[in-house]
Structure formats: structure tokens, C-alpha cells
T-cell receptor
Framework: DAGVIQSPRHEVTEMGQEVTLRCKPISGHDYLFWYRQTMMRGLELLIY????????DSGMPEDRFSAKMPNASFSTLKIQPSEPRDSAVYFC????????????FGPGTRLTVT | KQEVTQIPAALSVPEGENLVLNCSFTDSAIYNLQWFRQDPGKGLTSLLL?????REQTSGRLNASLDKSSGRSTLYIAASQPGDSATYLCAVDLGGKLIFGQGTELSVKP
């Protein structure tokens, strides 16, 4: 398996623009997670899905952030409008079982908002 | 609120040394604890997962222990190598939700 795939790997955009980050989980994994990593706050869980249904979105910082999982092999994280403080590395991860198994992380998308 | 702390924040050792990385957490109601490795500019790689009912896990030169009652975990690396240089993160699982420590940046000098 190719592992968790994220695109783009790097994104530079101007404040106010819409940003869409994409993730393809490992085939057969029922759980998908979106994380954000910054120097100040470390790694934080934003939202996670089980069988394409959002389970916990308490980590989503503001209404400007939204995430969808239209099918088992694709998820998006959208920021609209983007702000400089959204600059971070965004990771997607997936796992077979949310409670007992390792989470497999993608390579991340480095977002820079100017 | 669950908080995860890792000490030290950075560590530099000569090649061949055995070393211990520490992780502490405030709430013992966890499902499991995981140790990850992160190389600069890369994603996270899972190293070891310890279920809440287990005391330790081993993989090659790595050994992780878990003491839920005291809220502590350690990652022991035997015979360190320059290729072990990376940031090591621990995370506690609250039931599908990982809470991460800030990591320990390890540098192994040849």
C-alpha cells in the first residue's frame, strides 16, 4: 500500500483566499484524522471521522475551517478565508480501529498564508 | 484536561550510548500510549503502541514502558546510532483521540 497520501505537499496563499487540503487514507482503514502542527502548540487533533462520519470536531479552531469525507477513500480540509495564523503543517492520519491500533500519518501539507 | 509532557526537550548523546526519553500524562484514563518518530520535514512514524493493560513493548533496540498509575512512560533506546537522530513524540489515546507531548529532539553524534 502507498500509505496515507496528502496533497499538495506545500501551499502558499494570500490572506483571504480559500485553501483546500486533500487526503487519501490507507485502503481498509475506517478512521481518518486531521491534525495541525505548529511550533507554539505542537500537534493538535482538529477532527476525526469513522466510516466517513465526523465523530469529534471539537478541535476545529473556527468556523473558517471545515472538513468533509464524501467516501472512504477521500477527505478534504478547507479553510475559508485563510489567515496568516493558519500557517502550519497539516497532517492526515488513518487507522483500522480508533482504539487499539497505530495511526498511520501522511507526509503533511505545509501551509503558508501571507 | 489531559496534558502530556516530555522531558527533556532536547538531548545530545555520542553514538553507542543507551538513553531514556520520558513522557508523563495527567489523567490515567487512557486506552493506549504510542511513541512516534518524526524526521525533519516529514510525517510521523509509529514506533511502539502500548495498550493500557500492558506494561511494556519491545521492537528491536527500542523498549517502551507504561505505568498508568503514576502517569509515566519511558522509551529506552539501546546502542544509539546517528540514524536515530529525530524528534520523538509520545501520545496518549483517549478513545480515538490522540493527545501529543511536545517531543524530545534527539541528536546522536558519530
Amino acid at each position: 500500500d502507498a500509505g496515507v497520501i496528502q496533497s499538495p505537499r506545500h501551499e502558499v496563499t494570500e490572506m483571504g483566499q480559500e485553501v483546500t487540503l486533500r487526503c487519501k487514507p490507507i485502503s481498509g482503514h475506517d478512521y481518518l484524522f486531521w491534525y495541525r502542527q505548529t511550533m507554539m502548540r505542537g500537534l493538535e487533533l482538529l477532527i476525526y471521522f469513522n466510516n466517513n462520519v465526523p465523530i469529534d470536531d471539537s478541535g476545529m479552531p473556527e468556523d473558517r475551517f471545515s472538513a468533509k469525507m464524501p467516501n472512504a477513500s477521500f477527505s478534504t480540509l478547507k479553510i475559508q478565508p485563510s489567515e496568516p495564523r493558519d500557517s502550519a503543517v497539516y497532517f492526515c492520519a488513518s487507522t483500522v480501529d480508533g482504539l487499539s491500533y497505530e495511526q498511520y500519518f501522511g507526509p503533511g501539507t505545509r501551509l503558508t498564508v501571507t | 484536561k489531559q496534558e502530556v509532557t516530555q522531558i527533556p526537550a532536547a538531548l545530545s548523546v555520542p553514538e553507542g550510548e543507551n538513553l531514556v526519553l520520558n513522557c508523563s500524562f495527567t489523567d490515567s484514563a487512557i486506552y493506549n500510549l504510542q511513541w512516534f518518530r518524526q524526521d525533519p520535514g516529514k510525517g510521523l512514524t509509529s514506533l511502539l503502541l502500548i495498550q493500557s493493560s500492558q506494561r511494556e513493548q519491545t521492537s528491536g533496540r527500542l523498549n517502551a514502558s507504561l505505568d498508568k498509575s503514576s502517569g509515566r512512560s519511558t522509551l529506552y533506546i539501546a546502542a544509539s546510532q546517528p540514524g536515530d537522530s529525530a524528534t520523538y513524540l509520545c501520545a496518549v489515546d483517549l478513545g480515538g483521540k490522540l493527545i501529543f507531548g511536545q517531543g524530545t529532539e534527539l541528536s546522536v553524534k558519530p
